[in-house]
């Protein structure tokens, strides 16, 4: 009789393990330290500085002229090996006026921030440039929530973005 039950046994594992699979959130868990991973693949941005894009997400006097950075959108490649990829797209307007429009491609590694930071945050760190993203999120991990500089110039703001697996 125990050939039939390691079998059945087998079936059922095997079925759970597939019903699970199809799921990528529920794959999350809590590892011993206590911190959710990070959820690996594409992530989308849906909203900087709690507008949905396109977004306001800097603004400044250039000399006489008034001008403002419009963030089109972003898309975050997470790692599981600890890397991270990042493309975002915005249009500067001086005096309402098309000035420019760039797009702006960063990579680098990505680990926990440190002790006493909050659980489930993370800090990924360019190779390209002097520039560091703190990223979130909760269980389920559905959104992950950034504070990130974006814009280079002396005194530019940090935007708080909100990415989800799904394109805007």
């Known amino acids: 009789m125990p050939r039939p039950f390691a079998r059945t046994a087998f ?95 960063d990579e680098g590694t990505w680990a926990p921030a440190p002790a006493g930071s909050p659980d489930n945050t993370y800090i990924l760190t360019s190779a390209l440039r002097p520039r560091t993203i703190t990223v979130s999120f909760a269980s389920p991990a559905t959104e992950l929530v950034s504070v990130e500089p974006m814009l280079t110039f002396v005194g530019a703001p940090a935007v708080n973005g909100r990415y989800r697996r799904t394109r805007p």
């Open 11 to 105: 079936i059922l594992l095997a079925a759970t393990a597939i019903a699970t699979g199809c799921d990528q959130d529920a794959l999350i868990t809590n590892p011993p330290g206590g911190a959710l991973p990070l959820p690996e693949g594409y992530w989308y941005l849906h909203t900087a500085n709690d507008s949905a894009v396109s977004a306001t997400i800097g603004e400044r006097a250039v000399g006489v002229a008034f001008e403002q950075s419009i963030l089109d959108s972003a898309s975050l490649f997470v790692g599981d090996d600890g890397t991270w990829r990042q493309r975002y797209w915005y249009r500067v307007l001086l005096t309402q006026l098309l000035d420019r429009t760039e797009v702006v491609l």
